[in-house]
């Protein structure tokens, strides 16, 4: 019934989750973790967001930006909440506890930091709590919660780069893994150097292949247009269905 909901009330964030899934699954038995627990805890992990969907940009159909009237402390409320709002409504439903453990910690106690700097900007420095900008974590305590967290940030920074050619894909990636080194947000996984560097290159192949612009091809019929990526091999399928009626 959960992901139900989510196809039809958040979109977005079920195919973000379906994503994430698929990432943890592939590398999990690279790093010796279960990859099934890893997979499900995934799917899973954002159903929070069902509260309040259209705060979450990857549900933001019709380009409005629900946070621009709303304070920087108060956008990161609102999306520190659907940890809270997940866990709760994982309960309700009776999942497993892998599934809310997927969502206690797949930020762990991260920064919100778009909205700690927009904070900054409007007020002192001295009257900006940064910890009001964290999420509620734990930090991940299994490989497959780490997992999660770091697939979870991954998908979301390379789906949202303008231009998701390799060297950023791989820069981004690199970036994500290594802030959350530094913080210490995997201290308490399990994973070691090995696996953590094992996880990066993976991410980087899978979401190169996935988001990597494609090559324009011409197309057979004369004088129509090219095409590229997604919406090129969209296009043909349309025109196979169409010559398969005729």
Do not use: W
């Not at 990857?58 to 409005?64: A, F, H, L, V, Y």
């Not at 927009?118 to 509620?136: C, M, Q, T």
Request: aromatic share 6%; proline share 5%.
């Amino acid at each position: 019934p959960m992901l139900k909901r989510l196809i039809m009330e958040a979109p977005g964030t079920y195919h973000h989750s379906l994503m994430t899934g698929n990432l943890v699954e592939a590398v999990a038995g690279d790093v010796r973790a279960n990859s099934l627990l890893a997979r499900v805890g995934a799917y899973y992990h954002d159903i929070g967001k069902l509260a309040k969907p259209e705060y979450f940009f990857e549900n933001k159909g019709d380009n409005i930006n629900k946070h621009e009237k709303l304070t920087p402390t108060m956008s990161a409320l609102i999306l520190a909440s659907h940890v809270k709002e997940g866990v709760e409504l994982a309960k309700k439903e009776k999942l497993p506890k892998v599934v809310i453990d997927a969502i206690k910690e797949h930020h762990g106690t991260t920064v919100m930091a778009y909205f700690y700097q927009k904070a900054l900007e409007y007020d002192s420095h001295d009257s900006v709590n940064i910890d009001d900008f964290r999420y509620p974590g734990p930090r991940p305590r299994s490989k497959e919660t780490a997992l999660i967290m770091l697939a979870d940030s991954a998908e979301a920074a390379v789906r949202s780069l303008r231009e998701p050619t390799a060297p950023r894909i791989r820069a981004i990636v690199s970036k994500i893994i290594e802030a959350r080194m530094n913080d210490g947000e995997l201290d308490q996984s399990s994973l070691t150097l090995n696996d953590i560097a094992v996880i990066r290159e993976k991410f980087i192949k899978l979401l190169t292949g996935i988001f990597h612009p494609r090559i324009s091809y011409p197309q057979q019929d004369e004088g129509e247009e090219k095409v590229s990526g997604r919406e090129g091999n969209s296009r043909l399928q349309a025109q196979s269905e169409r010559k398969g009626k005729v």
